[in-house]
């Protein structure tokens, strides 16, 4: 039990950093970030729009962070690695959060992950498949789902968990929450099938 303990823990902790991270850095268009802690190191790997800015001059702002975790988290020895997201259309999770803005500013969701999906295939993407729930059509509609897919996207198996990359945002309306799951299959996927270029809703 305390092993399982100590692994729930070390899970937890590494959610709460990750968490903490992606707030203080918002204003980076922050995309994954990976936590990963070892007896000697806690390594929290960011992928950003912004690097300069999460940096900061002189590395002021990164070190400014560094000391922010440790003291908060009790981290001993925390290392923060920044990599530049060379295209935001092919970042789920930045994706799913400006469509998720789209949404809040009373867009179309059939015309936000359309357009969010013709962007995304432009850049090479061999899939993509968008999600949107909740109460889409306004006061007084029942929650729904809508679906947009181009390309292809495996759902299941080994060939999705290394293929897909996977990210969930919400857009808060009057109407209530709608939810946003977004699948990329990047351009640079191998993949040992044919494609399937069938679109839906």
Do not use: W
């Not at 080994?158 to 929450?177: C, F, H, L, Q, R």
């Amino acid at each position: 039990m305390g092993i399982e303990k100590k692994f729930i823990d070390d899970s937890l902790l590494r959610q709460r950093v990750a968490e903490f991270v992606s707030k203080e850095l918002k204003f980076a268009g922050i995309g994954n970030i990976e936590v990963r802690r070892t007896p000697m190191v806690t390594k929290v790997n960011v992928e950003c729009l912004s690097p300069g800015k999460v940096i900061g001059r002189k590395g002021k702002s990164i070190q400014t962070l560094t000391d922010a975790i440790k003291v908060k988290f009790n981290i001993d020895n925390p290392q923060i690695n920044v990599v530049e997201i060379g295209d935001m259309y092919l970042n789920p999770k930045l994706v799913a959060e400006k469509a998720a803005k789209y949404i809040e500013m009373k867009r179309s969701y059939r015309y936000v992950a359309h357009t969010f999906i013709d962007e995304i295939m432009k850049r090479g993407a061999i899939g993509v498949e968008i999600r949107i729930a909740g109460k889409l059509a306004g006061k007084g509609g029942r929650a729904k789902s809508f679906r947009a897919m181009k390309g292809f996207v495996p759902k299941a198996g080994e060939i999705a968990k290394e293929n897909v990359k996977i990210a969930n945002s919400v857009a808060i309306t009057p109407y209530g929450i709608i939810g946003i799951t977004v699948r990329i299959v990047p351009p640079e996927s191998k993949l040992n099938i044919e494609q399937d270029d069938k679109g839906g809703d």
